[in-house]
């Protein structure tokens, strides 16, 4: 009998991939880490060179049945990242032989007084007038704290600030488009490339938004915060002392479940898979009667 749920083992983005991380996923989490420049745990991945793994070590894809459509990553921006923006699927397809466009969610996990994020353009910007660092003075800033949710659609000129950790749920897509990375230099002295013509082709200047909180509503064994519905993925948080059911996806999908916070477990039937905060599970479609138990907080997230 397959099992209900599989604990992930992830990929991870690292050294010289991602200069702007730092050791909080082992600090915070526990996390084998490669190295202290480790940005990106890829808790639940399906993108080729970078698949997340069972405990067992079977690929993520082979028990899913294939290449899922999203993505979940925790991310430690030790110093601010670049200046990007990612296309939709259309525009992907037409520039990326048919790649998928990006649309990802951000749930701001902790964050140092004073942590920003570049969250859009300021009103009347015209793309076409500006070039490299010049941007800097456009940008739009927003502060966060811990248990903001920010949403970032395909098109939103965005960076994440330094000082943060956030969990990022994405489509499944590596496409991404630089507009700006603030004249650092890579490993070897040269800065790292732009694509300012693609980037502004996938721009959309008059997206701007706020970071939300979600929706909460008391429920029995614990708390259930709504925090986005967007046209490509759910993102649920529950709070729990004691035991709560998990509500299927509104469409029978899959699930991803990483504990945030504390200590817990899945429980289906007379099956647990003990969870602890920053371990994610995969609960394939079609598993019901899931519940959460545990003095502990999860993300949920699904198509």
Not at 39 to 53: K, V
Request: one cysteine or more.
């Amino acid at each position: 009998m397959k099992p209900f749920a599989y604990k992930m083992t992830p990929a991870y983005r690292h050294a010289q991939e991602t200069p702007w991380g730092g050791d909080a996923l082992r600090t915070l989490y526990g996390k084998a880490i490669p190295d202290a420049l480790t940005g990106e745990a890829l808790e639940a991945s399906t993108l080729p060179g970078l698949e997340s793994h069972t405990q067992d070590g079977a690929p993520l894809s082979e028990i899913a049945g294939g290449r899922l459509p999203l993505l979940l990553k925790l991310i430690d921006a030790r110093e601010r990242l670049s200046v990007q923006v990612h296309p939709d699927d259309a525009l992907a397809a037409q520039l990326e032989n048919g790649k998928t466009g990006k649309e990802e969610a951000w749930l701001i996990l902790h964050a140092k007084p004073g942590a920003k994020l570049v969250y859009g353009l300021l009103p009347g910007t015209d793309l076409a007038a500006l070039t490299g660092e010049t941007i800097e003075a456009a940008l739009r800033y927003v502060p966060v704290a811990a248990g903001d949710v920010v949403h970032i659609p395909a098109g939103m000129v965005h960076a994440i600030g330094e000082g943060i950790v956030l969990y990022e749920i994405q489509q499944s897509s590596d496409v991404t488009y630089r507009f700006w990375d603030w004249g650092k230099l890579g490993a070897d002295g040269k800065p790292r490339p732009l694509h300012w013509d693609k980037a502004c082709l996938a721009a959309k200047p008059a997206l701007a938004g706020t970071p939300v909180r979600g929706v909460q509503t008391a429920v029995p064994g614990g708390v259930h915060t709504q925090c986005l519905r967007t046209p490509h993925f759910a993102l649920d948080k529950f709070l729990c002392a004691g035991a709560r059911p998990l509500p299927l996806s509104d469409c029978g999908a899959f699930r991803f479940i990483t504990l945030l916070s504390g200590t817990g477990a899945l429980r289906h039937g007379q099956e647990t898979l003990p969870l602890r905060a920053g371990e994610t599970a995969f609960v394939p479609e079609g598993v019901g009667s899931l519940f959460l138990q545990g003095t502990c907080e999860a993300a949920v997230a699904t198509p």
